[in-house]
């Protein structure tokens, strides 16, 4: 029997603060996207480009709290996790979609002061 692998490792900015919200089971959910640099080169001589990706995640769980309490728009972070593909319909049109489930994330920007707290004088 072979085996197979689906993981995915990231490392980039936070696009946007999470979305946090509840499933009916009372299970919390975060979705967040990330955006990762590429440089590509320009060839004959060209400068080189930068191109951005972005990417959506999912969070569950203690992640999903995580991710509210500490995560904000900017904040440069690593996750690993599986590839999930999905579609939908719009006006009739099947847009595919990729997105990140994600089992472990690492914070890599600096602490933030706590926004209420005032600093000592």
Known sequence: MSR??????????????????E??????????????N????????DADREKTHWHRLTLWDRLALLAEEYVRKGDRVYVEGRLEYDSYEREG??????EVN????VLLSPRREPEDVEAPV
């Open 93 to 98: 049109v099947t847009i595919p979609t990729a």
């Open 23 to 36: 499933t009916s089971s009372g299970t919390k959910v975060a979705n967040l996207s990330l955006a990762t």
């Open 4 to 21: 197979s692998v689906n993981k995915i490792i990231l490392v980039g900015n936070v696009g946007r603060d999470p979305e946090v919200r």
């Open 102 to 105: 994600v089992r472990e994330i």
């Open 38 to 45: 590429a440089r590509a080169s320009g060839g004959d001589g």
